[in-house]
């Protein structure tokens, strides 16, 4: 067992002792952290988005106006604020930022802010969805291949969870919709519907999507529970509990189970990148109008205001998602002391 | 990208340094049979990129208007798309492009994660700090997200998409590293190396950098998988290495627009992609074995 970057250091013989003061310090600690590395990442994006190739401006009045005199072009510079100098601007940005002012699109001037709000439940509700596939399958599957180790069950769910890793959600999602589609003709290929609006439609459209996305996640999910559970399994007490007399059933549901979660639990947490990047992939090609589809647009319209939107808040999310998994690892394991 | 490379335990140094575990082929091949195969599965695709335009057998840019999206067949094996070329010899070729910039990725990464990693854990204090925030940083991008605007910015070349992919994947070897020297840092052997009066920089490139390697050689051949599949997503996107150049996610791209007529198209690259990342993940989980007994241990305990 051994979690993922930003990995707890777990000294040893720290058993005995009162846990909470360390934990609270650490989640102190951790959230004065968070708007350190916010900053840091603004300040990447920024200066990433002013590498850009070409002038903003003529990205931001289109290409049709292109051809207006350089009195007009310097006006509106000055106007964009493109003439002052790049600390300025940044520091503008970041202002605006704090507003919550993410800008307006160079597409259609629509705010970018609207835009992505408008977008939030669809792509959170793919993902939400993926993820509950991804555990409902992952965390029976590894589980079960831990308990009969060794034996023909654990090597298919342990082939099966590499294949999982080793997949491209794309192709996978190609064979689905081959399958699903074009030759059983069961379900739509592509669309999208509110789950609130209209619950049966809205399932079968999410069917394929979901499946792509969950099915390939959920193969790092068994592995992680296989050897979490299989850690576990080796440990004092749960000898402990057979020799007592405890039935395996019981062993393992209530005894084993419970304590191999917890680096499953912080897992599934650290999979949201791996979903928001899959988003991107699998909303284009279902064409579900979520932010992932807004974002692959974004790129190919050098449309940058929305582009920067949209990455700053993935890279919020995963950094609140980190922050709580490992704030959920310190305060349910009194083992862990953070340093 | 997926966490496949978080669950590499530290190397246990101190056990098997004296006794590293000496494994021949013959023996690593009868004990790791999975990774055996996928060695030879990778040595197959990496002999096909390098042999590519003498295997092929056609132009993999040559159209054919008669023959468009021809099923596959004795004259076309894995058969014809939308402009009648060769999926075979396409399929070859896109081996070159995605190899290529997977193992200059994972180059990169080691480049610059492990330096930094080796410093950040040996030195601690302000430095560590700095390295670990700004790691901290860069994984807060989603890797696809990053990837795709690195390579907006600077253009879609090899180099460019190799470059995007490495720096995405660099923290990652900063911590692994770094996690790693904070253990090895108070060992005897280093106590020993400062009695002597080696200088810092002697420590960390001479006692600290080969004792990571079995760490970093693993975490290597599972980044390989997932650069493969990072740079399949962003040619499948279209934002990866540009058209006439064969790259299998490209293939898949345009194989997506026909899945209705010809949905063969896409069996190929997408196998090819499947093998290959599959491949590069069990021979490091392979590597690991022979590296890691304490997680043998645990497997089969």
Redesign the interface.
Known sequence: M??????PNVAAGNRAGPGTPFVIAYVMRRCL?IP??VL??TL??FF??H???GDPIYAAIGESEASLDEVAIHQMREDLGLNDPLPVQYGNWLADLARGDLGRSFKDRVSVGDNIKGRIPITAQLGLMALLVAVCVGVPAGTIAAVK??SILDYCVTIIA??G????S??FA??L??LFV?TLGWLPASGFVGIWEDPWPAIEHMVLPVAALGL??S??IM??TR?SV??VL?QDYVRTARAKGLNERTVIIRHALRNSLLPVVT?VG?????L???S??IE??FAIPGLGRL??DA??G?DYPT?QG??LL???L??VV?LLTDMSYAVLDPRIRYS | MKANMDDIAPFEFAQSARRRPRCRPAQFARRHPMAAIAASIIVVFVAAALFAPLLAPYDPAATDGVNRLQTPSASHVFGTDTLGRDVFSRALHGARVSLEVAVLAVLVAGAIGVPLGILSGFRGGWIDTIVMRVTDAVIAFPSLVLALTLVLVLGPTVVNIMLALGIGAAPSYARLVRGQVLSLKNMEYITAARAIGATDIRIMARYLWPNTLPTVIVAASLTMGTAILAEASLSFLGVGVRPPTPTWGGMLNEAFSQIYAAPFLSVFPGAAIFLITLSFNLLGDGIRDVMDPRLRTIDHG
């Not at chain 1, 051994?2 to 990995?7: D, F």
């Not at chain 1, 890793?165 to 491209?168: M, S």
């Not at chain 1, 650290?270 to 791996?274: E, K, M, P």
């Open positions: 051994s979690p993922r970057h930003g990995k952290q350190f590395v840091l990442v990447a994006l990433i988005m590498l850009l190739p180790r060794n590499i294949f890793i080793a997949v491209p794309f192709w190609m064979l919709i081959w074009v390939t996640l193969g790092s592995r992680y050897s299989l850690d080796n897992v650290l999979q949201l990148g791996y928001l990047g899959g991107i992939i284009n090609m974002a692959l790129i190919n050098r582009l949209v990455v993935f890279t919020f995963v950094l980190n």
